[in-house]
């Protein structure tokens, strides 16, 4: 099934994080994540189980042939197999993938992006992508995927979006925005090119309980913080431990999180 792809290996690659579209700003910050690789894990929540299995619902098999995608840690990709679907998983960082055969024992992964898939014409029921098609050439990277897709596979979308309709959220928000992900979802769905139509689409809310330090973790996760100077940083940090204080959140005492998964589902034509 694997193969070099079609695909350039100079474009631009498939992560996960949000940043603003241009091309130097997805490369510097789609090649980050691998420094926080365990910050990360740590910090990122997984997707709730009635959406992963919404994403590949209308795929071809019962067991059905998955690539995931920027697949980073695992996130997805451990919600994918507990779906019953035999997972591939690609990411352009190596050490992101390394932390998920630690995470999901057993599971092939290559080095690859959305807009150079090492694997064959033909070979896979469905490509997902979790917190990542934002930093995808969407006319490049719909090609590549319709060129490794069954005919009638899918390409699903996924993104957990924290609910700002929180004053406390919005706050967190303020401090690190959530960048190019916010900017797509105010232009419309996702952009996506032939071979696909226009995409089925739902929407789950949920929370996740997060203490002080995992909390903290997802903020540092986010290339916006990565790549920051330490200054910026700094300023992040103590704006951070303001907010936490002013709810409370102390040692291992939780707050509700709350969240939208929002998810897109595409048909190849």
């Known amino acids: 099934m694997v193969s070099r792809g079609r695909g350039s290996a100079s474009r631009v690659s498939a992560s996960r994080d949000n940043s603003p579209r241009d091309s130097d700003s997805r490369d510097s910050g789609s090649t980050s994540f691998g420094t926080a690789a365990e910050v990360y894990e740590a910090g990122r929540p997984e997707y709730p189980e009635a959406a992963v299995r919404w ?3 209308s795929s071809l098999s019962k067991t059905p042939r998955v690539a995931d995608v920027g697949a980073g840690t695992g996130k997805l990709t451990r919600g994918l197999v507990a779906a019953g679907c035999d997972v591939v998983a690609l990411d ?14 057993g599971i092939p992964t290559y080095v690859g992006t959305a807009e150079s898939l090492p694997l064959d014409d033909g070979t896979v029921d469905a490509v997902v992508l979790g917190q990542a098609w934002h930093w995808v050439d969407p006319g490049e990277g719909s090609t590549e995927i319709g060129r490794v897709l069954r005919p009638g596979g899918v390409l699903g979308l996924i993104w957990n979006v924290r609910d700002d309709s929180v004053p406390w959220v919005r706050q967190l928000n303020s401090i690190v925005p959530d960048g190019g992900t916010t900017e797509m979802f105010t232009a ?17 809310q949920w929370s996740s309980s997060v203490t002080r330090a995992s909390l903290a973790a997802s903020v540092r996760s986010r290339s916006y913080y990565i790549i920051a100077t330490p200054e910026a940083r700094a300023e992040v940090d103590s704006r951070l431990e303001a907010l936490f ?18 998810a897109f589902r595409y048909t190849r034509q």
Not at 92 to 105: E, H, I, K, N, Q
């Open 92 to 105: 352009p960082d190596s050490a992101m993938l390394g932390t998920l055969r630690t995470a999901v024992p």
């Open 55 to 57: 994403l590949v619902a």
């Open 188 to 204: 419309g769905p996702p952009p996506v090119a032939k071979p696909f139509g226009d995409p089925a689409r739902k929407v789950w």
């Open 245 to 262: 204080d002013d709810l409370g959140l102390r040692g291992e005492e939780t707050v509700e999180l709350p969240y939208e998964t929002r």
